[in-house]
């Protein structure tokens, strides 16, 4: 059960930060943020870990033990992290947005490059109860996120951003971009829907949202919900590389949902099938596929603006 859903009074928190995330600004915006917390009286303990699997052993203790909340102060990725030790308790989520997308921020209306302001809205203690989506794998792993999962063209440029080592930061993912789409070919999918709806059809990518984008607001799956208790499902079909092109850019305002080449789905459950696909969520690997991918009703609670 997740945080109750209302004001309640913040006197102390944890902050777990991400050092490296938005090129190691997130380790400033975390220093004036928790100056801002104990300016409004919250007693402020910080955390980092010394590798994503310390952080979130970390971050499991100190929820285990109890605490007002949680606050990350990086991107999408540290939050995926955080989720995993906060879903179904009752400590809330605080963000500090520090990353380079910064998905969630944008989803809850969080202000961005202001840690002060961020700051502020974690000290005024408005929770509200948001879904999480949970990523059963086949090796018998499961994740949680709060975002997007994304398949096919997008996880074959995270594939392969992951595997260059130049050139660095964004200049890395454009040119596994333009790798990815000399090398794009259909990719064939196997979806089962809640109510036994199978889908098979070539596909360039398809995308599970709990909210609207991903990608520092690519609004792939534009009627989504966080709390509504269904996952928004965005197809684009197979296309040609010229098409895909001109098609991309319309994902920034939602449009693409319009093309021909695009369907939507609602559901609860999903299963997704594709030979050697992997799947990635809040832009974080989780698994190759298949994966089996569900809601999970008010799984969160999240420090929002009043």
């Known amino acids: 059960m997740s945080a109750p859903t209302g004001r309640r009074p913040i006197r102390n ?4 930060t991400n050092p490296v995330a938005g090129g190691g600004h997130a380790e400033r915006a975390s220093t004036r943020a928790a100056a801002r917390l104990r300016g409004r009286g919250v007693e402020v303990h910080s955390i980092e870990g010394t590798d994503p699997e310390d952080a979130l052993r970390l971050a499991r203790e100190v929820v285990a033990r109890g605490v007002d909340a949680l606050v990350v102060v990086g991107g999408d990725g540290m939050i995926n992290l955080a989720l995993q030790a906060l879903a179904g308790t009752d400590v809330p989520l605080g963000l500090i947005p520090a990353g380079t997308g910064n998905d969630h921020a944008r989803e809850y209306g969080l202000p961005l490059g202001d840690p002060e302001a961020a700051a502020d809205v974690v ?7 948001v879904d999480l989506g949970r990523i059963a794998a086949a090796d018998g792993t499961s994740r949680y996120f709060g975002s997007v999962l994304a398949v096919g063209f997008d996880s074959l440029v995270s594939d392969r951003a992951n595997r260059l080592t130049w050139p660095r930061g964004r200049m890395r993912y454009n040119l596994a971009i333009l790798v990815e789409l000399a090398n794009l070919r259909p990719l064939p999918f196997r979806l089962v829907l809640d ?8 596909l360039t990518l398809a995308a599970v949202g709990n909210t609207r984008s991903y990608g520092g607001g690519m609004a792939i799956c534009p009627g989504a919900d966080h709390a509504d208790g269904q996952l928004d499902v965005t197809l684009v079909h197979a296309m040609r590389r010229r098409k895909l092109v001109r098609f991309f850019p319309t994902v920034f305002k939602g449009t693409h949902v319009q093309h021909e080449e695009v369907e939507t789905h609602r559901t609860t459950t999903l299963r997704i099938e594709s030979p050697g696909i992997t799947a990635y969520a809040d832009g974080e690997f989780v698994a190759l596929l298949p994966v089996d991918v569900s809601i999970v009703p008010h799984a969160l609670g999240m420090l929002v603006p009043a």
Do not use: C, Q, W
């Open 13 to 16: 928190v944890v902050v777990l």
């Open 123 to 129: 000290a005024e203690g408005h929770v509200t109860s």
């Open 195 to 202: 109510d036994g709806t199978v889908i098979e059809r070539d």
